[in-house]
């Protein structure tokens, strides 16, 4: 069954879900494009890309009209394809990158003038969830917790000591009423070295940060207002021209002077400090699908080397690791333990499992050779 076949529970009132589709997916290079980012591929085959993925398991919590979407200019014409449910209104599109706190602040200030009291939830596009009713259980207990006044974050419970992810550290229980799950957070950690990961493994007091924030649209602008003034002036500026005649001339002008700042810094952290962030934890099989090697976890395993695509194109002996086989030809693969081979029109990439994180150096390798075509 796929998400897009689920049968959750029905809407939240006054919930609209934020999609964050920016990132150019460099370690999933030469699949992930400038182009095509992973946001737009389907990456588990199942028919449905990353993004479309996303928006299936939110608007049964959300109901119709209930998501926006923002994306870079470039790609907002593919969003708007790939998601014809979505009102094109509900497509905001940034003309450069800014970074995490710009794409989703702006998006709470616009639609906390479109619906006053708004509840909104931040969910990035390339992410993979497997258990789609208890993702949706954690949204809910996050939105009752959101209407107590809080910024949540939904922290992953984690299953091994990874170094990829941020972490934060969890602390007493907060008795918000409809979400018996929320705790305090005490902080948010940066990634870690592999033996701090495991003490924190240990510990059992710390959850992968997925970066997945909900909060009151008013609550989340009066902590960018209190922590990053001048972000949240110009975001306003943006806000009120955004829905009339002067939204290109207001871009024009303020997008260019926004700070480039994370979420996380700009609002997450310094808000945590003062007692204003909770966490509720979930396990719902969770993944941003960040390299090769995570997207091996997410393939069938009925074959030692799991094919994304058309496994009739991909001949394996004594191999074993992920194999992505172009159209047309046959990619064979002998006597490698986790290899990756990636084959695409213009480019083929090789390398193992341990190496996939590495993947983003090819990438800045070919910018710097002004290889601008292979991005």
């Known amino acids: 069954m796929t998400e897009h076949d689920q049968g959750p529970p029905g809407p939240l009132p006054d919930f609209v879900a934020i999609v964050p589709a920016g990132g150019a997916g460099t370690r999933l290079w030469p699949l992930s494009r400038a182009e095509r980012p992973k946001f737009l591929l389907d990456l588990t085959g199942c028919g449905r890309s990353l993004l479309q993925q996303t ?3 939110l608007l ?8 926006v979407v923002v994306t870079g200019a470039a790609h907002a014409a593919a969003v708007a394809d790939q998601l014809p449910e979505l009102d094109p209104g509900d497509v905001l599109a940034e003309p450069s990158p800014r970074d995490s706190a710009a794409a989703i602040c702006l998006a709470a200030a616009v639609l906390a003038r479109r619906r006053p009291g708004v509840v909104v939830g931040s969910f990035a596009a390339d992410h993979v969830v497997r258990d789609v009713p208890g993702f949706h259980e954690a949204v809910r207990e996050a939105v009752a ?4 006044g809080y910024i949540v974050t939904i922290g992953i419970e984690p299953d091994r000591p990874a170094t990829a992810f941020g972490y934060i550290q969890a602390g007493e229980p907060l008795a918000v009423e409809g979400a018996p799950s929320a705790l305090a957070v005490r ?3 940066e990634k870690p070295d592999a033996a701090t990961a495991a003490g924190y493994l ?3 007091g710390y959850r992968w940060n997925a970066g997945m924030f909900v909060a009151r649209a008013d609550a989340l602008l009066d902590e960018l207002a209190a922590h990053r003034p001048e972000l949240h002036a110009g975001i306003l500026k943006l806000a009120e021209a955004w829905d009339t005649p002067d939204r290109q001339a207001a871009l024009e002008a303020v997008w260019p002077t926004l700070e480039k700042v994370a979420i996380d810094y700009a609002v997450a952290e310094p808000a945590a400090a003062s007692g204003r962030v909770a966490v509720v934890p979930a396990d719902f099989g969770w993944d941003d699908v960040g390299d090769f090697a995570a997207l091996a976890s ?3 395993a009925d074959a030692a080397v799991r094919v994304l695509g058309d496994g009739d194109h991909v001949l394996s ?3 074993s690791g992920v194999a992505v086989p172009g159209p047309g030809r046959l990619l064979a693969v002998l006597g490698l333990d986790d290899v990756v081979v990636v084959d695409t029109p213009d480019a083929v990439l090789v390398t193992t499992r341990a190496r996939a994180q590495d993947v983003k150096s090819v990438v800045e390798a070919l910018r710097a050779a002004g290889r601008s075509d292979l991005l």
């Open 145 to 148: 917790t959101a209407r107590a």
């Open 317 to 319: 002996r004594d191999a």
């Open 298 to 300: 997410l393939l069938p």
């Open 55 to 57: 928006l299936d398991r």
């Open 187 to 189: 902080s948010f950690v």
């Open 60 to 67: 049964p919590l959300t109901g119709p009209g209930g998501a």
């Open 202 to 204: 240990a510990d059992g």
